[in-house]
């Protein structure tokens, strides 16, 4: 028992040592030092559904309950109504609408995770299906009755724009809900029909509907398959189709009329209204071939260019280039928001998202009426703006004002350059002639800031941006000390120091230190620390939070877009204090798993253990004595001896999460690590240790005694991954598999121990906005490919496993594909400023009940809890 004494002595020193750089910090930086960061610029926007769903009516279609929306809403009740008699009376709702009610929806959905948004996309798909008539075409209009109008010219049965919203919508929720789903699985017969039937359209060289609108639509229900499925059944040979004849239609050049735009056939006008082909054509540009990639650009470049510069969109370009600058609605802002967001996603341009945040500008004020016509309240869209002389604002709010707005608004709020120019305006009055736009063109941002465009070789540049006359400002940006970490900041900041000019960001590794939570507290106490810090674990953040020494960052608009881009509120919950904010950015995680030697478990004759019997059992098995001495010299696994507070996340706590249902260690101020799991998780260790397959010394520094063999598996992250490439041991042969449970545990209640790095923008900055852009640059789809590549780490990202985007730089890594199954599988260290305190009093509940066996399992935990609350309550 001296080892043990001696243990709990080093324990109690490193409380100490724990608690008084806390105590200092407390008394230096006060409670609310968050407030003494600069102003916050303008809020994020919000996104609200309510009018949309205000619109929503129950309807039943050939017996079959389903959702739509109403056609119209009038001001100023709102009162939902259907097509009036100027329309022929067409009905109450469409397809054409409820499709993209859908769409929107399950974008929704996919962003937050709200089963509210997914039920209402189902009723609605459902509506989709029911309108289909059995041969792959479409009817569009039904009235109060739920009868389908087969007669009216807007509503026969086609394959047509409600046919190729419908396959849109389908393709999407293929993508957002997944191939396997029963909802989509019921849905596949009518997606193949539809599908079939716009193939023979477009075999035959006709565009849908006779429309590139319609054209795009559809071909963007492919492209959402073939994310979703990777053409498992012929849809990329379709969309390469569909995309070669909708390049086609492009008409003029960068300096002829009408400049690049995709129109309906020779010697048709352009139209704004559902001007989708950019937004298809630069995806498929990114799915199926870059080359057309080339034709998304001519007109985003040539003909929107001049929009920008103008200082307007107008509603129609004729072949010659005149333009019809009224009436102005959603329908004809939307789509070229999307075409541009899709270009900056396809070609990594940032001019693109910022010309998107430009455009969706019109939505929040930016236009001749300087009227908002979003409402961030209910989600309300106001019909347009009819000119010019007199400007008059429509503020009726139908179905597809609304629906527009909302797809717009929803992918600039998940890009933070987008998001960031949404407030700008234009400067001057505005050009009426799209052949004599100016050469530039300023638009005025919030606090003084500006931004001027100017025309160049590719179309519309940004010449400018900033405060007159500012000095550039430098943040100081403070990495982890590791050399994969401190390499990928550096790349990323000599990247961003070329594209921002006018905030450079100086990388200084965090400085030497018993570690990073210690480093960053000395450095709050001495008033030393940096703009942004990319090492903070949950165990430090509570602390900083409750001393004031952090930024919030979701009502920031970079952060706030990227944490939409990135996380879904399921993944946020954990991490917001009892404010409900989000103080520190969620950036890579380190899911533990079950690492294994593949060669010595096949020796054995078992596979990688399914609960916490199996793997007692595997350590007999994997136990040895090879040298015949009479004493074990291979091992199964190691616990380590260590009992510093962290050692914990390698043994006991990984065990724990694999049963607890989710249940961590605190929650609320409660401590509810006494339970059936923990018991369990340190029984299975007692085991090992009091039958001798868990070795009771420590392994020399050194060389891993997994890689070389000496001990069959280990629970590890990720990063280890790159470790083992270093070292390099050619025979080696590893897998990974989840963390046994209890016997009995259903895998679905079984979570993974996260390890979740975050970053801070600390409190002492003066530029929380321009940190804010730099934390969202940091955590980017580009920066997390070089996250995953360079240091085998994955970035805390929804749907990591199943992006496309990731698939390649997650392949380079063995195993690493595997982990990334379960980055939204997983729990962190709760958010508790004394969770340090309350691990040291877990780690002296597994030795003395697992390692020296001085006491039983559950009266060490019954200890340990006691001791823990008394901590809580103290406070």
Known sequence: MNLARSARSRLARVRIAAILPFTLLVVSCGRNSETQAAPRGPAPTTIRLDHLQHLGLNAVVKGRPVRVVSLYAEAPDYRPTGSPARDGFEGIASLDDAARAAV????????????????????????????EQGDGEFVNFIDSAGRLNRTAPSSRKSMSYWAARSIWALGEAVRVLGPQDSTVTSMRPVLGRAVARMGREIDAGRLIGGSTTATSEALLGLLALDRAENSPRGYLSLGQTTADLLAATSAGTMSTAPWGAHVDGRGAAWHAWGARSTEALATAGDLIDPKYLSSARKEADGMWGRFLLAGGIPSAVSPDGAATWYPQIAYGVGPIVEGYLALADATGERRYAVFAGLAASWLLGANAANVSMYDEKTGLTFDGIDGPSPIHVNRNSGAESTIEAL??????????????????????????????????????????????????????????????????????????????????????????????????????????????????????VAKATPDVSSNVSSALLSRLVRAGGVVRLDNRVATSARLRERTSTAMLASLRLPDSGIYAFPWKTNPMMLMYNVDLFKAAGIGPPRNQTELAQAWHKLTRDTDGDGRVDH?????????????????????????????????????????????????????????????????????????????AMKIIGPWFLKELNDIKSPGLHYDVAPIPGADGT??????????????????????????????????????????????????????????????????????????????????????????????????????????????????????????????????
């Open 407 to 524: 797809l717009a608004l929803q992918r600039v709020n998940s890009n933070p350059d987008a998001a960031e120019y949404l407030h700008y305006r234009p400067v001057g009055a505005q050009s009426m002639s799209l052949a004599n736009v100016p050469e530039q063109r300023e638009y005025a941002g919030p606090g003084g800031k500006k931004l001027v465009l100017r025309r160049g070789d590719s179309g519309v540049e940004i010449a400018e941006v900033g405060q007159a006359a500012a000095a550039p400002i430098v943040l100081t940006y403070w990495p982890a000390a590791n050399p994969p970490e401190t390499r990928l900041a550096n790349r990323l900041a000599t990247q961003w120091n070329v594209e921002n000019p006018n905030v450079q960001v100086r990388v200084q590794p965090l400085p030497a230190g018993r570690s990073s939570e210690e480093v960053l507290l000395a450095a709050i």
């Open 635 to 711: 091992w199964a696994m190691w616990a380590t001896l260590k009992t510093m507070w962290f050692e914990r996340f390698y043994d006991f706590y990984p065990l724990y999460l694999a049963s607890s249902g989710g249940v961590t260690i605190v929650d609320n101020g409660k401590i509810v690590f006494d339970n059936d799991a923990a018991v369990k998780a340190l029984e299975v260790l007692r085991r090992g240790f009091a039958e001798g397959v868990l070795p009771r010394s420590n392994f020399a520094l050194g060389r891993d005694p997994f890689a070389d063999g000496t001990v």
């Open 104 to 131: 929107v929806y399950l974008r929704e959905y996919e962003a937050t995770g709200d089963l509210r948004d997914r039920n209402e996309a189902v009723r609605l798909l459902d509506f989709v299906v029911a309108m």
């Open 746 to 875: 259903n895998p679905a209640n079984s979570y993974a121990f996260a390890d979740l790095r975050s970053i801070a923008i600390f409190s002492t900055t003066k530029h929380p906005d321009e940190a804010a852009r730099f934390v969202a640059y940091l955590t980017s789809p580009a920066a997390d490919r070089m996250l995953i590549e360079e240091a085998s780490q994955l970035p805390y990202r929804r749907g990591l496993a199943s992006d496309s985007r990731f698939t390649a730089s997650l392949a380079k890594w063995p195993t690493l594909s595997t982990y990334a199954k379960y980055v939204e599988r997983t729990r962190d260290l709760d958010l508790d400023p004394d969770v340090v305190e309350i691990f040291d009093l877990l780690s002296e509940a597994y030795e003395e009940s697992a390692i020296y066996q001085t006491s039983s399992v559950k009266d060490a935990l019954a200890k340990a809890a006691r001791e823990a609350t008394n901590i809580v309550n103290a406070r």
